[in-house]
Each structure stands twice: as C-alpha cells, then as structure tokens.
T-cell receptor, first 110, second 115 residues
Framework: KQEVTQIPAALSVPEGENLVLNCSFT??????LQWFRQDPGKGLTSLLL?????REQTSGRLNASLDKSSGRSTLYIAASQPGDSATYLC?????????FGAGTRLTVKP | GAGVSQTPSNKVTEKGKYVELRCDPI?????LYWYRQSLGQGPEFLIY????????DSGLPNDRFFAVRPEGSVSTLKIQRTERGDSAVYLC?????????????FGEGSRLTVL
C-alpha cells in the first residue's frame, strides 16, 4: 500500500523567504503527483500536477519537482507572502486512487 | 456548475441515525472520488467511480458505508447506523479523465458531526 509522508509537519517563516516542502512516497509506480493547498475549514485547491514522465512544473512563485525513482517530490515557494499561509498537501496517484500525505502547515509571518 | 458542489455543508446527527451526503461534480467529469478527512490529517480515500460503476471501493471502512452514482453524474455517500467515530469532513472530487492522468478538483466538503 502506498504511504505518503510530508516533512516538516509545520513550518513558520518570515515574509519574503524562499522555502521548500517535502513529500516522499513508498511505491514509485505512480501515474502522477498533485500538490494542493487547503485553508482552514475549506476544501482543497489544486496547485500543480506533475505527470510521471515529467520532472517539474511551475506556476508563478511555485515550482514542484518529481523524482519518481527515489520516491520524492518538493514544492518550492519563492518570496513567501502572508497569504501563502495554509496547509499544503501532496497526493500520489497510483492504481486509480490518490493517496495523501498529512500535510505541512505553513505560517508566513508579516 | 462551475465547481464541485457538496451538500449539506454541515450535518449534525445522533448516533445510530442514517445520513446521506451529496456530491455534484463538474459537468462532464467522468471520474468521481470520495475522501474522508479528520482533523490534522490528510484526506483518506474511500471510493472511486468511473462513470456509474465503482472502480475501487477498497477505502470504505465497513459495510455501513455505501456510495452510488446511478447516472454517472451526481453521487451520494450513505452512512448507516452512524457512530461517533464517523465524525469528519467528507470530501468529494471529480476529474475529467480520472484514473491514470486526471487532475482532481475538490468540493468544499460536508462536515459530519455524530453526537
């Protein structure tokens, strides 16, 4: 069974810092990996989707990388802002379902 | 609709009662997923539909949980004889392709509280 781990569980940084969130998974036989953002009491908002054949995807200040063979993905956030404060979840798609990590709770202090 | 719609947004019920949660996916999306999320945890997979059929129901915790999608669009998650441990946010997602390549789009969730 696919296990997805996210480190760190929580992160607090001052505004303007660049930061990296980590996601690891145990079964490298995946179709894609998706990063989500979740605000308190809300649903999940898709940030980036990386297909298994891709190495990275970029959207604005966000860059996600995928190393399928080592079972790792990172989400890089450049020039962080207080509005980036949220929980970030990675989800790995294999065998018709998406398995989620527990998330990283990010706080960006003004 | 513009996005995935879930109703009710909040449901409070008593232990032992029957509950239905509804999901209206994005129009044209063939794949539909149900997840359950407890506080401080990531979403936990329950069931996946491709069209009208349940392609994978391995995440349903026991036989009190059942889901249907009779016309390949709206889905209903049904929980019988609710227990306090069923309290969670139930999330629905849809995907234009599903399965191997599709991007998932989530609704806002239905918060279930069993007293």
């Amino acid at each position: 069974k696919q296990e997805v781990t996210q480190i760190p569980a929580a992160l607090s940084v001052p505004e303007g810092e660049n930061l990296v969130l980590n996601c690891s998974f145990t079964d490298s036989a995946i179709y894609n990996l998706q990063w989500f953002r979740q605000d308190p009491g809300k649903g999940l908002t898709s940030l980036l989707l990386i297909q298994s054949s891709q190495r990275e995807q970029t959207s604005g200040r966000l860059n996600a990388s995928l190393d399928k063979s080592s079972g790792r993905s990172t989400l890089y956030i450049a020039a962080s802002q207080p509005g980036d404060s949220a929980t970030y979840l990675c989800a790995v798609n294999g065998n018709n379902d998406m398995r989620f990590g527990a998330g990283t709770r990010l706080t960006v202090k003004p | 609709g513009a996005g995935v719609s879930q109703t009710p947004s909040n449901k409070v019920t008593e232990k032992g009662k029957y509950v239905e949660l509804r999901c209206d996916p994005i129009s044209g999306h063939t794949a539909l997923y149900w997840y359950r999320q407890s506080l401080g945890q990531g979403p936990e997979f329950l069931i996946y539909f491709q069209g009208t059929g349940a392609a994978d129901d391995s995440g349903l915790p026991n036989d009190r949980f059942f889901a249907v999608r009779p016309e390949g669009s709206v889905s209903t998650l049904k929980i019988q004889r609710t227990e306090r441990g069923d309290s969670a946010v139930y999330l629905c997602a849809s995907s234009p392709l599903g399965g191997q390549t599709g991007e998932l789009f989530f609704g806002e969730g239905s918060r279930l509280t069993v007293l």
